[in-house]
């Protein structure tokens, strides 16, 4: 007897579309083009193979949603899958590039479309940095430590770094990750030394030129980074060892060191929790774990003007290489649904036995017809090459397939009107921007010659974050690659992902 297969736990860095399977679409629109790309997976028939018994599949692009109708070789009702698009305006005449790929299984087109209320207008990285998260956003939340207690811990054990009563501690806010680093406006001066370098051996003289600097009673936040100095921490609840930090307790990393300022520790806020009466300031300014971690990489990209980040852990192994291919796109995706089965929100038990359905109901269709779901792109040409081509069983079946459908001169029927017996919603679809992006995973123990690993690339920057946030930028955006068609996850030695952002940002 099989054992039933237990389900993953939910995970934080969980992608906002569903992982792709049977009956799933997805739609992307780019900033200043009015085409978007439209991906929808078509399920394989049960005829096993018999062509007589093969059923037609019909695709239809409508101007608020797409549907897919399956309809039997020998006649009776078809079935119709629907998704929903209130949320965009679709011009089903304006259909271009329809093609198959993955053995007839994904079918996708390029058609007008845009969004209902908004307009995507194409934006630079600096306005959208300043747009994810503003350093107003930053300052909002140091305004509420002056009237409520203020705590630090580590996000993995809980462990108390540093806490205080109710106006005990004050938070000031950084324009930039380094501007203590890198702002001439946070350097040191010397009140008996003239401007410039400091020659004076009293060091009890020496005081900051700014504000920016914590304090035994004073942190400062940045975008990515929670500053605090040595004497501010609870005793014993922080390590530091070769610059880097870790928790007392558990003995992960937390941060690092200051570059300049040797008594400032910078905790990571993946791997630290900063809260004022409660609330974290990562709950306060980013809807999700993935969006927190596209800010990250496009404030990097955006001070080091690249478009290619290596994040590396604090001991410098590399991880992943990410190079941004837009500012962003807008997605917008989910799972068909049947017309004839409008139902209310299901339980839990329910939507646990309908995720098992589409495997019973497909796995042996999907073992007969398709070979091998293979990452690489196929083209149009190469793709319509093997429906021309009728030497075998399977390319005359795709090409009936394929001409059951040209009810217009081409792969999908356009059709501008909705049937009256059809006007329920039956799945709400919400587009939401990402930051698209190509990545390679690195083997530590071959990348220490990579140019693009050891700084001797001046096109690729580098990110240095504690290990555990590297792992969760890493599995978020292997989760966003599982959320997309097969035939769109590859591109030559680059795997296909994405990071979602603010929604503020449209």
Same mark, same amino acid.
Not at 171 to 189: K, Q, R
Not at 306 to 324: E, G, Y
Not at 330 to 338: K, N, P, Q, R, T
């Given at each position: 007897?099989?054992?039933?297969?237990?389900?993953?736990?939910?995970?934080?860095?969980?992608?906002?579309?569903?992982?792709?399977?049977? #009956?799933?679409?997805?739609?992307?629109? !780019?900033?200043? #083009?009015?085409?978007?790309?439209?991906?929808?997976?078509?399920?394989?028939? &049960?005829?096993?193979?018999?062509?007589?018994?093969?059923?037609?599949?019909?695709?239809?692009?409508?101007?608020?949603?797409?549907?897919?109708?399956?309809?039997?070789?020998?006649?009776?009702?078809?079935?119709?899958?629907?998704?929903?698009? &209130?949320?965009?305006?679709?011009?089903?005449?304006?259909? +271009?590039?329809?093609?198959?790929?993955?053995?007839?299984?994904?079918?996708?087109?390029?058609?007008?479309? @845009?969004?209902?209320?908004?307009?995507?207008?194409?934006?630079?990285?600096?306005?959208?940095?300043?747009? =994810?998260?503003?350093?107003?956003?930053?300052?909002?939340?140091?305004?509420?430590?002056?009237?409520?207690?203020?705590?630090?811990?580590?996000?993995?054990?809980?462990?108390?770094?540093?806490?205080?009563? !109710?106006?005990?501690?004050?938070?000031?806010?950084?324009?930039?990750?380094?501007?203590?680093?890198?702002?001439?406006?946070?350097?040191?001066?010397?009140?008996?030394?003239?401007?410039?370098?400091?020659?004076?051996?009293?060091?009890?003289?020496?005081?900051?030129?700014?504000?920016?600097?914590?304090?035994?009673?004073?942190?400062?936040?940045?975008?990515?980074?929670?500053?605090?100095?040595?004497?501010?921490?609870?005793?014993?609840?922080?390590?530091?060892?070769? %610059?880097?930090?870790?928790?007392?307790?558990?003995?992960?990393?937390?941060?690092?060191?200051?570059?300049?300022?040797?008594?400032?520790?910078?905790?990571?806020?993946?791997?630290?929790? $900063?809260?004022?009466?409660?609330?974290?300031?990562?709950?306060?300014?980013?809807?999700?774990?993935?969006?927190?971690?596209?800010?990250?990489?496009?404030?990097?990209?955006?001070?080091?003007?690249?478009?290619?980040?290596?994040?590396?852990? $604090?001991?410098?192994?590399?991880?992943?290489?990410?190079? $941004?291919?837009?500012?962003?796109?807008?997605?917008?995706?989910?799972?068909?649904?049947?017309?004839?089965?409008?139902?209310?929100?299901?339980?839990?038990?329910?939507?646990?036995?309908?995720?098992? @359905?589409?495997?019973?109901?497909?796995?042996?269709?999907?073992?007969?017809?398709?070979?091998?779901?293979?990452?690489?792109?196929?083209?149009?040409?190469? +793709?319509?090459?093997?429906? @021309?081509?009728?030497?075998?069983?399977?390319?005359?079946?795709? %090409?009936?397939?394929?001409?059951?459908?040209?009810?217009?001169?081409?792969?999908?029927?356009?059709?501008?009107?909705?049937?009256?017996?059809?006007?329920? =919603?039956?799945?709400?679809?919400?587009?939401?921007?990402?930051?698209?992006?190509?990545?390679?995973?690195?083997?530590?123990?071959?990348?220490?010659?990579?140019?693009?690993?050891?700084?001797?690339?001046?096109? =690729?920057?580098?990110?240095?974050?504690?290990?555990?946030?590297?792992? %969760?930028?890493?599995?978020?955006?292997?989760?966003?690659?599982?959320?997309?068609?097969?035939?769109?996850?590859?591109?030559?030695?680059?795997?296909?992902?994405? $990071?979602?952002?603010?929604? %503020?940002?449209?």
């Amino acid at each position: 007897m099989e054992e039933a297969e237990e389900e993953a736990a939910p995970s934080i860095c969980e992608a906002k579309l569903p992982r792709w399977s049977s #009956n799933s679409f997805v739609m992307e629109l !780019k900033p200043g #083009n009015e085409c978007a790309t439209l991906f929808i997976d078509c399920p394989d028939d &049960a005829s096993g193979g018999d062509d007589s018994e093969a059923p037609t599949t019909l695709i239809r692009v409508k101007e608020g949603n797409i549907r897919l109708q399956t309809i039997p070789a020998g006649g009776g009702d078809a079935d119709e899958l629907c998704a929903d698009l &209130a949320a965009l305006s679709l011009k089903p005449n304006s259909i +271009q590039s329809p093609a198959w790929a993955e053995d007839g299984r994904v079918f996708m087109c390029k058609v007008k479309a @845009q969004l209902s209320e908004k307009t995507i207008e194409p934006k630079t990285y600096s306005r959208l940095a300043k747009e =994810v998260v503003s350093l107003a956003a930053i300052n909002a939340f140091a305004e509420g430590a002056s009237t409520n207690p203020v705590d630090l811990k580590c996000d993995e054990c809980g462990n108390v770094l540093m806490s205080g009563k !109710k106006g005990a501690i004050q938070i000031g806010s950084l324009p930039t990750d380094d501007w203590l680093t890198l702002s001439p406006e946070a350097g040191y001066n010397c009140e008996s030394c003239a401007a410039g370098t400091h020659s004076c051996s009293k060091g009890e003289k020496t005081t900051a030129s700014s504000e920016w600097l914590p304090g035994e009673q004073k942190v400062v936040v940045s975008f990515a980074y929670t500053h605090i100095t040595t004497e501010a921490a609870n005793p014993g609840s922080l390590t530091v060892k070769d %610059r880097t930090v870790r928790c007392g307790a558990c003995q992960k990393e937390l941060g690092a060191i200051n570059y300049v300022y040797p008594r400032i520790l910078q905790l990571h806020h993946a791997t630290t929790s $900063l809260s004022v009466n409660g609330r974290s300031f990562l709950s306060s300014a980013y809807s999700s774990l993935p969006s927190f971690f596209g800010s990250c990489i496009l404030n990097r990209c955006e001070t080091m003007g690249s478009q290619k980040v290596v994040i590396r852990s $604090l001991d410098r192994t590399p991880h992943l290489l990410l190079w $941004l291919l837009d500012s962003y796109m807008v997605l917008i995706g989910g799972v068909m649904v049947d017309t004839k089965k409008p139902e209310p929100e299901p339980t839990p038990v329910a939507k646990q036995e309908a995720k098992s @359905q589409p495997k019973q109901a497909n796995g042996q269709s999907r073992k007969k017809r398709r070979k091998s779901t293979s990452c690489s792109s196929i083209s149009d040409t190469e +793709q319509g090459g093997k429906r @021309q081509n009728g030497k075998t069983e399977k390319k005359d079946r795709e %090409r009936h397939r394929t001409n059951s459908t040209l009810s217009t001169g081409s792969d999908v029927s356009v059709s501008t009107a909705l049937s009256s017996e059809n006007d329920h =919603v039956f799945d709400t679809n919400r587009p939401f921007p990402v930051l698209k992006m190509l990545y390679k995973v690195f083997e530590p123990s071959t990348a220490k010659d990579d140019p693009r690993v050891n700084g001797q690339d001046a096109s =690729v920057c580098i990110l240095d974050v504690p290990y555990t946030f590297a792992m %969760r930028v890493l599995e978020a955006i292997l989760r966003s690659t599982g959320t997309l068609p097969p035939c769109n996850r590859a591109l030559g030695q680059f795997y296909v992902g994405y $990071l979602p952002l603010e929604e %503020r940002i449209l």
